[in-house]
């Protein structure tokens, strides 16, 4: 998925801008959203800058689940099996959502 480069800044306090140049949405330059409250853009922005880093923390937790799943089913425990892949389900479907536009 291809985004306006982060991080991005808040100006103004209610709007978001990017400080390295792009082709989307008003056509200002840097220029990416614009929110009625502050709170809106405070919570975007924190979101969308955090966002890539939080993915590839997902993405190695998914990793080590499948790794703990295998360990689990090694050793016999059902249950240590059966919490795992409720997590690494959970894991899945956070990821499908934050890839998925």
């Avoid at 991080?7 to 989307?24: A, F, M, N, T, V």
Wanted: charged share 30%; glycine share 6%; net charge negative.
């Amino acid at each position: 998925m291809k985004h306006t480069p982060t991080p991005w800044e808040l100006y103004d306090g209610s709007s978001i801008y990017s400080s390295r140049p792009h082709c989307i949405g008003q056509g200002e330059y840097g220029h990416v959203a614009t929110f009625e409250t502050a709170e809106d853009a405070e919570f975007c922005l924190t979101a969308c800058n955090a966002h890539d880093d939080l993915v590839a923390l997902a993405k190695q937790f998914e990793r080590v689940a499948e790794y703990e799943i295998r360990r689990a089913q090694k050793d016999g425990d059902d249950e240590g099996v059966r919490l795992r892949t409720v997590t690494l389900n959970m894991i899945r479907a956070a990821l499908d959502k934050a890839e998925t536009p």
